[in-house]
C-alpha cells in the first residue's frame, strides 16, 4: 500500500488528488493551513481512515519540521510526496515588493522547505518520488503573471536540477505543469480560461500519469503544445505576439 503526503491538499487540484489516492490504495497525508477542511477531507474519505490531516504552514521552518515529524511517525516510508501548495496573484503595473515576497515564500521557498525535510528520509530509504506542481505560466513570461510566473517558472528549473542529481540515490523527481483548473486560486480570473479542466479531471489525470516514466505531467495537451510552441519561438516574435494578446 503506497505511502503518499500531498502538502497544499486542504482545496482545489490537492485535495481532489487525496481522494483519488484514497481510492487507489495509498495511505495519504493531507497537509495545508486550514486544518478543518483537511479534517472534513479525512472524515469523508472514501476509503475510511486512509487520509489523515496534517496542518502546515509552507512559509514556517518550524511548521514544516513539525509537519514532517507528524507525517513520519505515522508513515514508515514515504513513496510518493506532492508539494503543490500555491498562491497566485495577478500583478499590476507598479510592483509590490510584499506580494512577490509573499508569493515567493508560499510558491517557491515553501517547496524548497518540504524538500529539505523529505529528500533526506527518499535518499535514506533509497526510494520515493517527489511531484512538484508547477505550471505551464511557467514556461515563459506572461502578463499580469509577474509575481507568480517567474516562482512556477523557478521550480520547473528546480525539479530539472533534483532530476538529475537524485537519481543515481533512487529518488524520482518529476514536474507538474497544469493549464486552468477551476479552484479557488483561479476563481479571481476575470479573462476567459481556454480548456478550464475540473480539479477531479485534473486529479485524474495526474494519477493516470503516475506509473509513466515522464518527468513531466502536463495538461491539457492543446494548452500544453501551445504554451511549448510559445515557447520556441524567438523573443521578438514571442514578445509581439503576447503584445498583440493583451491589446
Ligand atoms: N488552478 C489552476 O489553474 C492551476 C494551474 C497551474 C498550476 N496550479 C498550481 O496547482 C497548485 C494547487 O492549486 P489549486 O489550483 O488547486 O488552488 P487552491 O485550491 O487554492 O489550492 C492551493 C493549496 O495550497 C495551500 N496553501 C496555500 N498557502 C499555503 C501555505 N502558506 N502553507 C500551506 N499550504 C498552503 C492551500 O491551503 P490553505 O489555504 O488551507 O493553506 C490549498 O490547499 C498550486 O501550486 C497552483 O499554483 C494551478
Known amino acids: 500500500m503506497p505511502h503518499t503526503w500531498i502538502v497544499g491538499a486542504s482545496t482545489g487540484i490537492g485535495a481532489a488528488l487525496a481522494v483519488h489516492l484514497a481510492r487507489a490504495g495509498h495511505t495519504v497525508a493531507v497537509s ?4 478543518e ?9 472514501p476509503v475510511p481512515g486512509a487520509i489523515f490531516p496534517v496542518p502546515i504552514d509552507v512559509r514556517e521552518r518550524a511548521s514544516v519540521e513539525a509537519a514532517a515529524a507528524s507525517v513520519f511517525s505515522r508513515l514508515s516510508k514515504l513513496d510518493y510526496c506532492f508539494l503543490n501548495a500555491g498562491k497566485y496573484e495577478l500583478s499590476r503595473d507598479l ?14 521557498l515553501g517547496v524548497v522547505e518540504c524538500l529539505a525535510v523529505v529528500l533526506p528520509r527518499m535518499i535514506q ?30 521550480l520547473i528549473s528546480l525539479a530539472e536540477t533534483l532530476a538529475v542529481e537524485l537519481k543515481p540515490a533512487g529518488v ?8 486552468f483548473v477551476r ?10 480560461m481556454p480548456f478550464l479542466l475540473e480539479a477531479d479531471e485534473a486529479a485524474c489525470r495526474i494519477v493516470r500519469a503516475l ?7 502536463a495538461f491539457p495537451w492543446p494548452m500544453v503544445m501551445g ?3 510559445l515557447r520556441i519561438l524567438p523573443n521578438r516574435a514571442y514578445l509581439s505576439w503576447v503584445g498583440k494578446m493583451v491589446r
Not at 495545508?32 to 486544518?35: F, K
Not at 512577490?100 to 515564500?105: A, H, M, N, Q, S
Open 32 to 35: 495545508a493551513r486550514s486544518a
Open 211 to 217: 506509473p509513466r516514466r515522464s518527468f513531466e505531467i
Open 183 to 192: 479552484t479557488p486560486l483561479t476563481a479571481k480570473n476575470r479573462f476567459p
Open 37 to 45: 477542511r483537511l479534517e472534513t477531507l479525512a472524515r469523508e474519505s
Open 125 to 154: 530509504a533509497g526510494s520515493g518520488q517527489v511531484l512538484i506542481t508547477s505550471s505551464i505560466a511557467g514556461y515563459r513570461g506572461l502578463p499580469k503573471a509577474g509575481a507568480y510566473g517567474p516562482t512556477k517558472a523557478a
Open 227 to 229: 504554451m511549448k510552441l
Open 95 to 108: 510592483i509590490d515588493p510584499s506580494v512577490y515576497e509573499e508569493v515567493t515564500r508560499v510558491n517557491y
Open 172 to 179: 524520482r523527481v518529476r514536474v507538474i505543469n497544469p493549464g
